[in-house]
């Protein structure tokens, strides 16, 4: 099975600018989770999609959203950017939702913000 | 202080050497993962625990509900075992569940 793919891998914006980044889970696998980590607060949870339907949501404000397609594939927007928004973002997919269950990490989008 | 914490943050063994890496976490728990993330990012899922022990390789996992601890032991070390080891708990909410990460262990294993 292919792993869990997220594209782009690299990515440079300016401030006010926004992003979207995309995940495809491995087959058969209907939750996706995305996480941001950066050197100061490093992993952070920020949101988690099943079924088309978000199912929970980390502390990060509206600037911050996501969807999941019929396909389980996944994309996560951010919109006005901030210099603080510069991290790696990953996503993670499992067969079943909540993070009980193991989950299967992509290699990540690195967003730089200028 | 953080709801997860991990020690040591920084640590150099020799090849061959056994390694623990802690975890201690502040709150009731339903799971704890074991992630290893190499340089450039990637992350791998080690170990999901809810109770005891679990064994991979040379890699062993422990979990202590009640002390709220875990370790993760590496037995006969290898440069390649050089990543950030990371703790995650997983915690039951109305909302769903929270996830809480450790800020990492970084391992050096020199040959």
């Known amino acids: 099975k292919a792993g869990v793919t997220q594209t782009p891998r690299y990515l440079i914006k300016t401030r006010g600018q926004q992003v979207t980044l995309s995940c495809s889970p491995i087959s058969g696998h209907r939750s996706v989770s995305w996480y941001q980590q950066t050197p100061g607060q490093g992993l952070q949870f920020l949101f988690e999609?099943?079924?088309?339907?978000?199912?929970n949501k980390g502390n990060f404000p509206g600037r911050f959203s996501g969807r999941q397609f019929s396909n389980s594939r996944s994309e996560m927007n951010v919109s006005t950017l901030e210099l603080g928004d510069s991290a790696l973002y990953l996503c993670?997919?499992?067969?079943?939702?909540?993070?009980?269950?193991?989950?299967?990490f992509g290699p990540g989008t690195r967003l730089t913000v200028l | 202080k953080n709801e997860v914490e991990q020690s040591p943050q920084n640590l150099t063994a020799q090849e061959g050497e056994f390694i623990t890496i802690n975890c201690s976490y502040s709150v009731g728990i339903s799971a704890l993962h074991w992630l290893q993330q190499h340089p450039g990012g990637g992350i791998v899922s080690l170990f999901m625990l809810s109770s005891g022990k679990k064994k991979h390789g040379r890699l062993i996992a422990t979990i202590n509900i009640q002390e709220k601890h875990s370790s993760l032991h590496i037995t006969a070390s290898h440069p390649r075992d050089s990543a950030v080891y990371i703790c995650?708990?997983?915690?039951?909410?109305?909302?769903?569940?929270?996830?809480?990460f450790g800020t990492g262990t970084r391992l050096a294993v020199r040959p």
């Open positions: 993670a997919s499992s067969p079943k939702a909540g993070g009980g269950n193991e989950q299967f």
């Open positions: 999609y099943f079924s088309e339907t978000q199912r």
């Open positions: 995650a708990v997983i915690s039951g909410r109305s909302s769903g569940d929270k996830l809480t």
